[in-house]
């Protein structure tokens, strides 16, 4: 005789080995976030737009067997009558197209998640990563100028600030009493004049006004030298900055420059899509951007990011230039960055301590293929470099995390 | 929904066992538990075992099943046995009658199985629930402990699962120490001078267990580091050999149900869902082996061929693979209309090899082979420990190259465990390879 009982256990026993799962998978989404950041489908999307990330990390390895020809499956062909040759189905891993959920536990499976996230949340799992406390204290001052507020009123002032309504109830309360002790008949003719004490003046106060708008300004060099490769580098590191821009400020206004010789104010899509040519002129640009800024952008009122990004050419004589208008656009910007793409740069990301890599020079090898006849804006511009001046240099879509953190990492320059 | 009583269970299964009776089976008593269906997917992550350790892979286990099980993309299943004394089964309470008399006919298939076949008899059913029991409470202790805490825990039971399947695959071979297989020699070198051997090496042998042999020897280990690896050690060997039988296991189960239900005159309105249910469950699976299906029609021809007497013998003695190499003729073959096939790169596309004609045949059947059960996990063993410490492994290679990416993250769970230098020797593309 068998024994039938109901299930005593009320408790959910895979409960915390669930939570300890999810907590791998939260951790898992962020490291490989940074190898999506580079993805060529997530940039230039807006915040609702899912965004799917696989996530590893999560696989059990053993040793498996893998998918060379010796390694053969079998299945059951049902009904079908087979020949020898015949082609069953396209995927590697994919079984034999058939039904049925065989639970291939010791096979080799993709058992990577697809988590969807959207941008937002993308923004949120990168970006909490940052110590933003520390970071916001340097990186965020926000813009702020002195804005005038009425508050409670003064017996002294000038004219112009004279509260008609405060002065007329002191005067209708001193008539009042008037009536009350019999100095004044309200049924005579007698007008009830003001008195100098009736006066009452706003008072005024400076106060200090934030601003949470940014405007960033991207910068890129589009000549002849910027390869497509090099372009999407600089293209998956404007996004992240966007996006992380857009994550801190209630409201982020972009301005894309693209210079050669000359710098010219594109929409977004032209300044990604159009081809290169021509030289370079960096300082070109780095004019227009101070031009827009004086028209569009005052300081005061809007919190100013540039960024620019190019292959660090630039004809020699331009250089001084640079330098000077690299020194103007700091003066007005909250933080300026100067962001080399240079595909020779090949990171030592994790053998060298992070200042070598963002404030040191790129290394040996980088001055031999150099073009004689130009000099290196990326020592030049050596003094700039502090907490609000950074100079970075990506050589790989690996680098492009390493690069923002860089920025934004909190690390200040001595 | 479904519409019966515990009364209508007891009813059932006094009937079901006194056929199983009949039929001379033997079998653990059985405990039943009525669980709904997200007790069930509890039950799927922990394999049954109402008292498995803690990790995080069933926690992911879980939220599979789960999530497949939402999306309509699996079933739960009917049955789920542990293979203990006394044998627990689930019944799930969403199913209908019908179900349940087929998940018990079936169960006591599996509960004669566990206790009879020779596979299983070093999993001591006795005392399994407790072991596994003291088990999880030593994890727990450790996750809890402040000095150690779930970090390092996961950080040794992730690279010990990882060769879980690392350890001797058939019962009766006991794991002796150095210590014993030295005194062992020296015994023989005693008894015959002309005996020599080299006792400097280690393991003088090839070692297939290497959970144990890291637990043994690494000279870095704490002591409950070794001990966690003994219990994942402890554990594989209980399941090793359910997947060394999962063919005859659920081939013999279903001949036991569908013989024990045949019997029980059920009324048209049991019977006929019942028979709809069996087919489903005994159906090929295009372009995959279905172990319930094959397992079943083998058995079906045994004892056409040989009568139930002898079927009997035959789940008593063999495993998956000498089962398939000695029963399975080219009739048989043909009838189940296996064919293998892998991915050619030139047409990039899974082509078919061999068909079950007169000349394919025997190479399906080999390929089959080689596709069950432990077949499927690459053999992996410790040739010694070498002077400065590296520990050198080999894959026994059979023609199936080792998945790389796999390799490399197990070699690099190995060298956790162990400490110090590893390697390992293996044959990609017909050349060496050391990782």
Redesign the interface.
Known sequence: ???????K?IV???A???????K?IDKAIKESIKDVIAEESIIGQNGKKKIRIPVRG???????????????????????S???????????G?????????KAS???GDEYYDVEVTLEELAEYLFNDLELPDLEKKQFRFVSHETIKRKGYRFKGIRPRLSKKETLKRKIRRQKIAEKVGTYDPESDERFPFHKDDLKYHHIKPKIKENSTAVIFFLMDVSGSMSQERKFLARSFFFLLYQFLNHKYDQVEVVFISHSTQAKRVSEDDFFRVGTHGGTIISSCLDLELDVVEKEYHPNSWNIYSFYCGDGENWSTDNEKCLDLFKQIKEISQLTGYCEINEHYRGLADEVDEDDIFYGTPWGTFSAWKNEEMDNLWSKLNPLCDNRFRRIMIGQPEHIWRAFHGLFGGKTAQ | MSTWTEADLLHWDEKILRVADDLGLDWHPIDYEIIDYQEMLGAMAYVGLPTHYRHWSYGKEYERTHTLYNMGQTGLPYEMIINSNPSIAYLMRENALYIHLLTMAHCVGHSDFFKNNRMFADTNPDNIISSFKSAAKYVRKLIEDPSIGIDRVETILDAAHSIKYQVPRYPGITYKTTQDIIEGEKKKMEADPSYITDLTKVPLEPEYNILRFISEHSKHLKEWERNLLLIVEESSKYFIPQALTKVMNEGWACTIHYKIINELNLPDNLHLPFIKLHNQVVRPHLGQINPYHLGYKLFEKLIEEHGFEEAKTIRAVHNDITFLRAYVDESFMRDMNYFSYSFKKEKKSLTIDDVSDTSGWTRVRDELIQNTGLNRIPIVYIEEIEKDNTLALKHEHDGRDLELKYAEKVFGYIRTLWGDNVKLISVVENEIWEF
Request: hydrophobic residues 20%; aromatic residues 6%.
């Open positions: 005789m068998s024994i039938f009982r109901k299930h256990s959910d026993r895979a915390s080995d669930r939570a300890r799962h999810k791998k999560l696989r059990e390895y053993r040793f498996v067997y893998g998918n060379n020809e010796s390694n053969k499956s079998v299945g059951s062909g049902g009904e079908h087979l020949k020898k040759g015949q082609k069953v189905g396209k995927n590697r994919e079984k034999a197209k058939g039904q049925g959920t065989g010791d096979q080799k």
